[in-house]
Structure formats: C-alpha cells, structure tokens
C-alpha cells in the first residue's frame, strides 16, 4: 500500500499489522478504546492529531505518516528500524506458536527437558522433515 493513497484509517489498520497487536492491544496501549481503534480504521471517527502524536509516543509511528500519509511510518534510525523489523518477524512466529494447537504446551515441556532428550527430540524432527 502507498501511504499516500491511502486514508488515516487504512494506515492505521497497516500499523496495528505490523505491530502484530489486535485493536484491542492497541487500544489498550495508547489508552483507547477497541470501539474507538475500529471507528478509525472505518472513518467513521477522526484521528486528532493529539491521538497520532499518543500513537507515535507509545508506538514510536510518525504521526505526520499516521494522520497525512507524509514521510516514513517509522522515523527511527537505521538501527532501530532493523530491530522493529526483526521485532515484527518474531511477533509473527509467535503467533503461529499460539495459533498451532498443542504447540505451545509442547515447547514448554520441550525447554525443561535435559539437553541431551532435546538433541534427541530434534533429530527425530530432522528425520521426519526429511521425508516430507
């Protein structure tokens, strides 16, 4: 999506993505409401720019991005944009580990077994990711 062909709402509906938060979480972050966050997205309700600027404080979002389409979303350094990126991919992978059902009670038991029992744990996945 190109920032600047897009609304204040659909960009805010892209930030909430890529913060790999629900609306609620994010609601709750910037001391919102859910019905509120959702009314945004719709435009059915304006972002203020007091609400862009509570959203760059908490989220580090350029507000001018948020409420204009101007610049970038992030404007961090280099630096931190990498760490936000590597953030987003992990945010992601442990979604996955909480939607895959039974996954996350296994990697629990998986962590307090001794290290030889995980090396055995991990070969038995090598080999029947192999046949696949």
């Known amino acids: 999506m190109k920032a600047n062909d897009s609304t204040p709402g659909r960009r805010l509906s ?31 309700l304006t972002i203020t720019r007091i609400d862009a600027l509570a959203v760059e404080a908490v989220h580090k979002i350029s507000h001018q991005w948020l409420l204009n389409g101007k610049g970038q979303m992030f404007d961090l350094p280099e630096s931190q944009k ?19 059902k039974g996954l996350k009670p ?27």
């Open 82 to 100: 990498t760490d936000i990126t590597s953030l987003s991919k992990m945010t992601e992978f442990i979604r996955k580990i909480n939607q895959a």
């Open 14 to 44: 892209e930030t909430i993505s890529v913060l790999g938060i629900n609306q609620t979480e994010f609601a709750d972050s910037i001391g919102s409401s859910q019905q509120t966050i959702s009314r945004w997205i719709s435009g059915k």
């Open 106 to 132: 296994l990697i629990d038991d998986f962590i307090l077994l001794p290290e030889s029992d995980q090396d055995m744990i991990r070969n038995l996945v090598k080999h029947f990711k192999n046949k696949l």
